[in-house]
Every structure is written in C-alpha cells, then in structure tokens.
T-cell receptor, first 114, second 111 residues
Framework: EPEVTQTPSHQVTQMGQEVILRCVPI?????FYWYRQILGQKVEFLVSFYNNEISEKSEIFDDQFSVERPDGSNFTLKIRSTKLEDSAMYFC????????????FGPGTRLTVL | QKEVEQNSGPLSVPEGAIASLNCTYS??????FFWYRQYSGKSPELIMFIYSNGDKEDGRFTAQLNKASQYVSLLIRDSQPSDSATYLC???????????FGSGTRLQVQP
C-alpha cells in the first residue's frame, strides 16, 4: 500500500541553524501538507501546497519557514534559523484532492533544537 | 477561535469492552470528520471518516455523527490492548483545507 515517507526520522540541530525536512508524498496525490506537534500538544497545521504554490498557511508559518517541491517526488520544509521552540514532530501529509479529502500522514521527523 | 474538543482521558476499559470516545466541534459548517489513532511517538493513522449524519461501521469501529448537536463519536467494540493509544478527532473548518485536530483522548485497554 502506498504511503508517505519522511526523512530524516530524527534531526538534531543547533539554534540558529537551517534545517530541511524531506517528504515523499503518495504518488498520485496532488495536495501536500505540513503539520507539527510539540510534545504533549495538539497536531497543528502549518501549510498546504498545491500546483507548486502555497494554497494556505497558518499563523505559525512565518518568514522563517518555506516549502518547496524541488522535483516530481519530493516535498520539503525548510526552517531558516531554528529556535528552541521549533523542537517538535513534523508530519507531512498528502491527499488526492484538496477541500475535504482524506489526508494520509507520514511517520514524522522529530526535530530537536539545542 | 474554532475548536475541536475532546476529553483528554485517560479512558480505561477492560479488554473486550466497548470504548466510547467523544468529540465536539464549533463550526456548524464543518462537513467531514476524521478519527485518527496515534501511538506514542508515532504519526496519526486514519481509522475512519464520516460525512453524513448517523452511524458508519468498519469492522470493530463505528463512527457516529450528529451535526445538529455538533458531536462526533467513535465506538470501539471488543477493545484489545493493542487499541491503547490516543484517538484524535479532526475536521475541516468551513473554507479551509487544513485539518483542525482535537487534543486527543488517551485510551487504555486493560488486559
């Protein structure tokens, strides 16, 4: 069964460094998403992406964040200058259609900022 | 602020019993609702979705939706210790493609 994959599974970085989290969505899916979950808290939406552009973003997704689909399979989240409070699990998700379609989540990347 | 509310639990049930998990939402325009299961340190895994009022059954799971009361529930029959996890309720608020999640209910199934 097709699934969303994410790399790395765990990333440790120093505060102020840039990180890139990678995702490979399910191949026939057209909508891609990033969510994050700080330990013990809710899953929170960051950004959605369709047709090579951002279609929606939350207030969390400020100028330090960016997303890109550099090729036909990868979808990346870049955090330019990491802060301690960026430490969280970051989940990529994809769906066939947007709107109210079912979203399937990848296994996540645990980001630890020291 | 549009919210999805869940009792954080833990909800403890004996093996073989029915577990009942509840969720309320604030946006009357919400049309589709999802239940995800999340094991500790893992990602949300889709259990069921429901769009229409009433019940929807899938194996040991039944989702119930009451749009008038803005209430969604998940029943797990014949609960197993492997069902022990946090169950997340989620919906799309009107006009949004982003899922809004509740904080989840932790279920413990006692052997």
């Amino acid at each position: 069964e097709p699934e969303v994959t994410q790399t790395p599974s765990h990333q440790v970085t120093q505060m102020g460094q840039e990180v890139i989290l990678r995702c490979v969505p399910i191949s026939n899916h057209l909508y891609f998403y990033w969510y994050r979950q700080i330990l013990g808290q809710k899953v929170e939406f960051l950004v959605s992406f369709y047709n090579n552009e951002i279609s929606e973003k939350s207030e969390i997704f400020d100028d330090q964040f960016s997303v890109e689909r550099p090729d036909g399979s990868n979808f990346t989240l870049k955090i330019r200058s990491t802060k301690l409070e960026d430490s969280a699990m970051y989940f990529c998700a994809s769906s066939v259609q947007g709107a109210t379609d079912t979203q399937y989540f990848g296994p996540g990347t645990r980001l630890t900022v020291l | 602020q549009k919210e999805v509310e869940q009792n954080s639990g833990p909800l403890s049930v004996p093996e073989g019993a029915i577990a009942s998990l509840n969720c309320t939402y604030s946006d009357r325009g919400s049309q589709s609702f999802f239940w995800y299961r999340q094991y500790s340190g893992k990602s949300p895994e889709l259990i069921m979705f429901i769009y229409s009022n009433g019940d929807k059954e899938d194996g040991r799971f039944t989702a119930q939706l009451n749009k008038a009361s803005q209430y969604v529930s998940l029943l797990i029959r014949d609960s197993q210790p492997s069902d022990s996890a946090t169950y997340l309720c989620a919906t799309f608020y009107t006009g949004r493609r982003a899922l809004t999640f509740g904080s989840g209910t932790r279920l413990q199934v006692q052997p």
